[in-house]
T-cell receptor, first 114, second 114 residues
Framework: DVKVTQSSRYLVKRTGEKVFLECVQDMDHENMFWYRQDPGLGLRLIYF???????EKGDIPEGYSVSREKKERFSLILESASTNQTSMYLC?????????????FGPGTRLTVL | QKEVEQNSGPLSVPEGAIASLNCTYS??????FFWYRQYSGKSPELIMF????GDKEDGRFTAQLNKASQYVSLLIRDSQPSDSATYLCAVNLDRGSTLGRLYFGRGTQLTVWP
């Protein structure tokens, strides 16, 4: 079974705080992704990684950074949280097996920035 | 810009009816197509994928792909109230590439009423 976990389901932070969101997969997947999801805007890709220490900007990287020091863990960092970063954050891991090449999602972290 | 378009809905059908969800995409090079279901407050889960023109059936779900028209659809037969969710269409431009990126539509909200 594909298993992607995220460190928190709900998180409340204050403006200006540094925020770490962690995502872990235990299946040796090379590619991992961070999205945010907002009503009416759908899923938007923030950053992704295709190998340890390798990262690529997605469509909305501003205000975020990422870290991938180990293959199983991909962290999203909000250097100085702002209220417009209140959102649902979803991590995904790429799965290639049985002829499929797709992504499986973690449970999500709902972040509120006050 | 890689566009994936879906009617936002809401689409409302009675229990037992066929629900038809549609998706168009802009990039002719798109190779793989996915349907995810997302219940309110939950993360997306993969329900269908299709690579070749034509129909692919899995239980009550049928995915239909027409690459010439750049159109992919999902039919849900014998709709149940438990099918009420948002359905996301996703497209992979380059199956097997290093990056493994998917492009998502904004989703169609489906309500099945008893």
């Amino acid at each position: 079974d594909v298993k992607v976990t995220q460190s928190s389901r709900y998180l409340v932070k204050r403006t200006g705080e540094k925020v770490f969101l962690e995502c872990v997969q235990d299946m040796d997947h090379e590619n991992m992704f961070w999205y945010r999801q907002d009503p009416g805007l759908g899923l938007r890709l923030i950053y992704f990684s295709y190998d340890v220490k390798m990262k690529e900007k997605g469509d909305i990287p501003e205000g975020y950074s990422v870290s991938r020091e180990k293959k199983e863990r991909f962290s999203l960092i909000l250097e100085s949280a702002s209220t417009n970063q209140t959102s649902m954050y979803l991590c995904a891991s790429r799965v290639r097996s049985g002829g499929t090449d797709t992504q499986y999602f973690g449970p999500g972290t709902r972040l509120t920035v006050l | 810009q890689k566009e994936v378009e879906q009617n936002s809905g809401p689409l409302s059908v009675p229990e037992g009816a066929i629900a038809s969800l549609n998706c168009t995409y802009s990039d002719r090079g798109s190779q793989s197509f996915f349907w995810y279901r997302q219940y309110s407050g939950k993360s997306p889960e993969l329900i269908m994928f299709i690579y070749s023109n034509g129909d692919k059936e899995d239980g009550r779900f049928t995915a239909q792909l027409n690459k010439a028209s750049q159109y992919v659809s999902l039919l849900i037969r014998d709709s149940q109230p438990s099918d009420s969710a948002t359905y996301l269409c996703a497209v992979n431009l380059d199956r097997g590439s290093t990056l493994g990126r998917l492009y998502f539509g904004r989703g169609t909200q489906l309500t099945v009423w008893p």
